[in-house]
């Protein structure tokens, strides 16, 4: 019987359009390989229990916290992270966020983004209620929430009138 434990394993991924091949630890979550072993310093931790919503990407087009996955169950996967989400959307939410004040100090700002970016490109006709719970997930401590809402409500129905 072998009782060698497994430290280590190697994951093939696509991160931001560009195939990696990596050799991982197999507790590392994904938020720190992200951070840590490509610099992509955009995911944020916060909580580190999936609560705060400050390590959001997309993994295969959905969602999710970094802090909660395994980077080894993302063999074969696609991940994108705030360095690479610069589309059209994505472009209109920052602008609406800078003239709404719907950021202050920036640190949730990157998950922020992407959560809404999703609500946006899933459900531009969502109203306020929808919006807020949408983005219940994501945690900012310092605008009170208002703007941001103010923020993803009018991309949506820029989005609508188009």
């Given at each position: 019987?072998?009782?060698?434990?497994?430290?280590?394993?190697?994951?093939?991924?696509?991160?931001?359009?560009?195939?990696?091949?990596?050799?991982?630890?197999?507790?590392?979550?994904?938020?720190?390989?992200?951070?840590?072993?490509?610099?992509?310093?955009?995911?944020?931790?916060?909580?580190?229990?999936?609560?705060?919503?400050?390590?959001?990407?997309?993994?295969?087009?959905?969602?999710?916290?970094?802090?909660?996955?395994?980077?080894?169950?993302?063999?074969?996967?696609?991940?994108?992270?705030?360095?690479?989400?610069a589309n059209d959307v994505i472009t209109d939410l920052r602008r609406e966020f800078h003239?709404?004040?719907?950021?202050?100090?920036?640190?949730?700002?990157?998950?922020?983004?992407?959560?809404?970016?999703?609500?946006?490109?899933?459900?531009?006709?969502?109203?306020?209620?929808?919006?807020?719970?949408?983005?219940?997930?994501?945690?900012?401590?310092?605008t009170g929430y208002q703007s941001i809402i103010d923020a993803v409500e009018a991309v949506?129905?820029?989005?609508?009138?188009?």
């Open positions: 019987m072998n009782n060698a434990v497994q430290t280590a394993t190697t994951v093939t991924l696509v991160v931001n359009g560009e195939q990696l091949t990596r050799q991982v630890s197999v507790r590392r979550n994904l938020a720190d390989f992200l951070r840590e072993d490509l610099g992509l310093t955009g995911t944020h931790v916060g909580c580190e229990h999936g609560v705060c919503g400050a390590c959001t990407v997309k993994v295969n087009g959905a969602i999710v916290r970094a802090c909660l996955m395994l980077a080894v169950q993302l063999d074969g996967a696609e991940v994108i992270t705030i360095e690479c989400a003239v709404r004040n719907a950021l202050q100090c920036g640190f949730c700002t990157p998950a922020m983004l992407l959560t809404a970016a999703d609500i946006v490109e899933n459900n531009p006709q969502a109203g306020r209620a929808e919006i807020r719970e949408h983005l219940s997930g994501n945690y900012c401590r310092c949506c129905r820029s989005r609508t009138k188009s």
